[in-house]
């Protein structure tokens, strides 16, 4: 019979696994660790409960403790889920008790803080699941570049998960020159594609025929109605004086319900699934494996990777649709040689299901009576796609609906009670100005904001820092500005701010426009000015004098270059009188401001002038 060791393993290695409870290597660990501690490549495939973490873990716990320790990681662990790689780093934290590792473990659904604070402190052996490695790997707070060994864990759930995209981008961020471990319960063909690009002449160690369970497992199906089920596991966790039951279920409203009915019928209960935070998953499963839980009521989240000693009986509630997952559902029991009870439940639409099941075990599970014989053989309900409409999952989305709603209810009851927002006002209109004593338990009263400054000015201006005090400064309307009035926001006995400076009166320019009208309109208007001399002579005798003006504000000054003159532009032209609707007022200017122009200011620039003697 063949011992650990004589599979060379070192002593301090052979210690921890005699502390840890091994005697005997399994078929799978007979066959993968001297390949793995000889440096070759291993393609693992074996059902789950047959020991692949220690089958893996020895080669790296010897490998590197050869080498001696160091800061950067040297080997990578890359597993589909957060509870198998809790399980793992616990698994070789236990095997390398005795040597100079470290090992560290890293899981997205919680805070990075702690995980890069150990990354920081140097990790030799580090175990990940593929979104938070790479998401740490993207911010720069590891570097694979340095890892000498790759193991692949449940390499067919990855492919399941939708996970083997991100696990092609993990490995090119690895080194060319790495031994490779692979493990798998299935081999389909992407996976096949994925090992002949990975592994180089690998050693192969098959545990078992692929997708066949552990024998020593005792199955039986149950064949009852859907409304029975939960009477059902009641009746044999009874009779069968079960301590310890892991059920599982289809859907995570299913498991939430599952664990409800169970929890109002005396028996205790908790559920773990996705929609779980990983803190009260890891809580709900601490206690189930303390004891303080009965029953563990999970999706097929947990139907990998766990290790949970001594689980006696593992339920379908429902069957699963993927025949492969029935066989690690009930795989959660019967590890390590151990034996194991797996029961499962059928209702008349999940036949299928069962035969598909059977189909893959290439037998038939034993039937089980009882006291809920199936008694409804309608064919189950489909939509419009032809997709079969579960009622058990329709009202646990109803159950979760309703719980939600309660919830909602009574938070907005509790924000909206009269009575509690007579009491805050009152409370508030009670509170003195002074200094607050309160009581023993009272809490402290808020400070009121402090109010923000306002600026002041040595010339008495006043300070109107917002649009509210503008428009409030602002004269009434029955008094309105002149039309022509302008004021400069930045100047006078007012500051405003953007806003205001906006909505201030800005100057009016009046431009003369080339008129629009046709030439016969243009000419009978002639004719009528022509017609009426004594109402013309008036605006004539003005026109003189608004020439006059014009040219004197087109006058240059004194030195300056006198202006290119334009013929022919509107702008240029005198005003006329009569033109349009009614006189058309003179322009305005817009006021001058006191500091000069940059193109009257004078020369900075003094000349230079070169003196030769």
Not at 319 to 328: A, N, R
């Given at each position: 019979m063949t011992s650990f060791a004589s599979l060379g393993i070192a002593e301090p290695i052979l210690s921890a696994l005699t502390d840890y409870g091994y005697e005997i290597p399994t078929v799978i660990q007979e066959k993968a660790i001297p390949a793995g501690l000889a440096g070759r490549d291993v393609l693992g495939s074996a059902q789950t409960g047959t020991g692949k973490t220690c089958a893996f873990g020895v080669p790296i716990l010897q490998r590197?403790?050869?080498?001696?320790?160091?800061?950067?990681?040297?080997?990578?662990?890359?597993?589909?889920?957060?509870?198998?790689?809790?399980q793992i780093d616990d698994n070789l934290h236990a095997y390398g008790k005795n040597l100079p590792l470290t090992e560290a473990v890293i899981f997205g659904g919680v805070g990075q803080t702690p995980q890069v604070e150990q990354l920081k402190r140097g990790v030799d052996i580090l175990t990940a699941t593929p979104g938070r490695l790479l998401d740490l790997a993207g911010q720069g707070y590891l570097d694979l570049s340095g890892v000498e060994i790759f193991v692949l864990d449940e390499a067919d759930r990855m492919l399941d998960m939708g996970f083997i995209h991100d696990v092609r981008r993990v490995i090119r961020l690895l080194p060319q020159k790495k031994q490779t471990m692979f493990f798998s319960a299935t081999l389909p063909p992407e996976i096949m594609d994925l090992v002949d690009s990975l592994l180089h002449d690998p050693v192969r160690a098959a545990a078992a025929p692929v997708s066949t369970p552990v024998e020593i497992i005792r199955q039986e199906v149950c064949l009852v109605d859907r409304g029975n089920k939960t009477n059902l596991l009641l009746e044999i966790l009874q009779e069968e004086n079960v301590t310890n039951a892991l059920v599982f279920t289809r859907t995570k409203h299913g498991a939430d319900k599952v664990a409800r009915d169970l929890n109002r019928r005396g028996v205790t209960a908790a559920a773990i699934h996705g929609n779980k935070s990983q803190t009260a998953r890891q809580e709900s499963l601490r206690k189930f494996k303390a004891g303080e839980v009965r029953v563990l009521v999970a999706t097929d989240i947990a139907a990998r990777g766990l290790d949970i000693e001594d689980l006696a009986y593992v339920f379908n509630y429902n069957?699963?649709?993927?025949?492969?997952?029935?066989?690690?559902r009930i795989g959660r029991t019967g590890r390590a040689g151990k034996g194991g009870t797996a029961i499962s439940f059928c209702d008349y639409g999940e036949m299928p299901m069962l035969r598909d099941i059977e189909k893959l075990l290439k037998k038939p599970i034993p039937r089980r009576s009882h006291n809920y014989p199936m008694e409804v053989f309608e064919a189950p309900k489909k939509d419009a796609k032809g997709r079969v409409v579960n009622p058990e999952d329709a009202e646990a989305r109803q159950a979760a609906r309703?719980?939600?709603?309660?919830?909602?209810?009574?938070?907005?009851?509790?924000?909206?009670?009269?009575?509690?927002v007579q009491a805050a006002q009152s409370v508030q209109a009670e509170a003195p100005k002074g200094k607050h004593r309160r009581g023993k338990g009272e809490a402290a009263p808020q400070p009121a904001p402090a109010e923000k400054p306002r600026r002041t000015f040595p010339h008495g201006k006043q300070n109107l820092g917002n649009l509210e005090d503008f428009l409030a400064a602002q004269p009434a309307a029955e008094a309105p500005a002149p039309a022509l009035h302008h004021r400069d926001p930045l100047e006078g006995d007012v500051v405003m701010d953007a806003t205001a400076r906006l909505l201030a009166a800005k100057p009016v320019y009046h431009y003369y426009k080339p008129s629009s009208k046709s030439a016969s309109h243009r000419k009978r208007g002639k004719e009528k000015k022509a017609a009426q001399p004594e109402q013309a002579a008036p605006k004539a005798a003005k026109a003189p004098k608004a020439a006059q003006a014009a040219q004197r504000r087109q006058a240059p000054k004194k030195g300056a270059p006198a202006p290119a003159q334009k013929t022919g532009g509107p702008l240029n032209r005198p005003p006329r009188p009569g033109r349009g609707r009614g006189r058309i007022p003179p322009r305005v200017e817009p006021p001058k401001s006191h500091q000069k122009d940059s193109t009257e200011q004078k020369s900075l620039m003094k000349p230079f002038y070169i003196e030769h003697d």
């Open positions: 590197l403790a050869q080498a001696g320790p160091g800061k950067a990681i040297r080997a990578l662990i890359l597993t589909p889920t957060r509870e198998l790689a809790i069957l699963s649709e993927v025949p492969e997952t029935y066989i690690h309703e719980k939600n709603a309660a919830r909602k209810k009574q938070q907005q009851a509790a924000q909206a009670s009269p009575a509690a």
